[in-house]
């Protein structure tokens, strides 16, 4: 007997991962529906390379009753009207927005670093799924903070088009092929040209000068691995259409040599490690799409600070950072809350 498993936002690119990872790793769901908005309902969303395809369906008219697990990745303003719903019948919501990401009654998970706090779940029946950046982050984070305890962290990360949404990517084909055919450049989604260019802003601007997406690192790492740890982020758009990347300074407790750094993330859950000191020696973007592991590289001291160490780390954004994660969070559930058979 396996899940009844909602993925709601099934036409978007996070959806569409959602759909094919479920696929893919197998999740035993007996039955599954997609949702989306009206303007989709019809169309045919494929399982996977399973062969099998599913109708999207309307999700103002769903009934979540009777429904065990929804996948969420619609956004904050229709996770706000529907993740209650969902919710309130009984289906445990994984939310890939940033609605319910820092309410203290809702678990914020990333499995491979703080298992222990999906149990919370019952309160209100949601878990969060953190921002992309961070989760691949703390992935890389939490075996050298279980080693030698993390005090500060400075990440300037490089973060790619499709952290936008599909019109992120549009915006950066259209662009390139505008400048190279010499057509005037459409600037829509980004606030400057993103073809052959870096915009460091993403998300809106708050009071300290810092921008929001730099605010939700700082707040999920606290939340998902340590309150003590201080952070500062500068947060970049780049011209990459799949995958971030992140430049990473730690500051420990006690000293955390690179070479024991690299043992300890060579068995890390989640972590690849791709690191020799040689020309492509190292991970880039382009590795990273379409797997599932968080890659780190570049590992050495930094001896500018007592106790330092720096990094390189890469991971899909669409798949560790978003869809991935979901799925992984309803594995947990399913195994600690949710057994069936």
Not at 136 to 146: E, F, G, I, N
Not at 167 to 191: C, P, W, Y
Not at 298 to 305: G, M
């Amino acid at each position: 007997m396996g899940y009844r498993v909602v993925v709601a936002g099934a036409t978007g690119n996070v959806g569409r991962e959602m759909v094919n990872i479920l696929a893919d790793r197998q999740f035993p769901f007996d039955e599954i529906a997609l949702l989306a908005s009206s303007r989709s309902v019809g169309e045919e969303i494929e399982l996977g390379d399973s062969g099998r395809t599913a109708k999207i369906q309307n999700i103002e008219h769903f009934d979540p009753t009777g429904w065990d697990i929804a996948l969420f990745a619609i956004g904050s303003d229709a996770t706000k009207v529907y993740a209650p719903k969902f919710a309130a019948a009984g289906c445990v919501v994984i939310d890939n927005s940033s609605l319910y990401r820092m309410d203290p009654d809702v678990p914020l998970i990333v499995p491979e670093v703080n298992p222990d706090a999906i149990d919370g779940y019952r309160v209100k029946n949601i878990i969060a799924n953190p921002n992309c950046s961070t989760a691949q982050l703390v992935v890389a984070l939490k075996p050298l903070h279980d080693a030698a305890t993390i005090t500060r962290v400075v990440v300037a990360t490089y973060q790619s088009v499709s952290g936008a949404g599909k019109a992120g990517m549009d915006e950066l084909f259209n662009q390139t092929r505008q400048i190279f055919v010499g057509d005037q450049k459409d600037i829509s989604k980004f606030t400057k040209q993103i073809a052959f260019n870096l915009i460091p802003h993403i998300d809106s601007f708050l009071d300290d000068g810092s921008t929001k997406e730099e605010w939700k690192m700082m707040v999920e790492t606290k939340k998902i691995l340590d309150p003590k740890i201080k952070l500062h982020a500068t947060c970049v758009r780049v011209p990459v259409f799949v995958g971030h990347s992140e430049a990473v300074n730690v500051e420990f407790e006690r000293e955390l040599g690179a070479e024991e750094a690299q043992a300890i993330l060579r068995e890390a859950p989640g972590v690849m490690l791709v690191d020799k000191r040689e020309d492509g020696g190292y991970a880039t973007p382009i590795e990273a799409a379409g797997d599932d592991a968080t890659f780190v590289s570049r590992v050495r001291d930094d001896p500018t600070v007592e106790n330092g160490l720096a990094f390189w780390c890469v991971s899909d954004n669409l798949r560790k950072g978003a869809a991935l994660n979901a799925v992984q969070i309803a594995e947990l559930l399913g195994r600690r809350h949710l057994k069936k058979g």
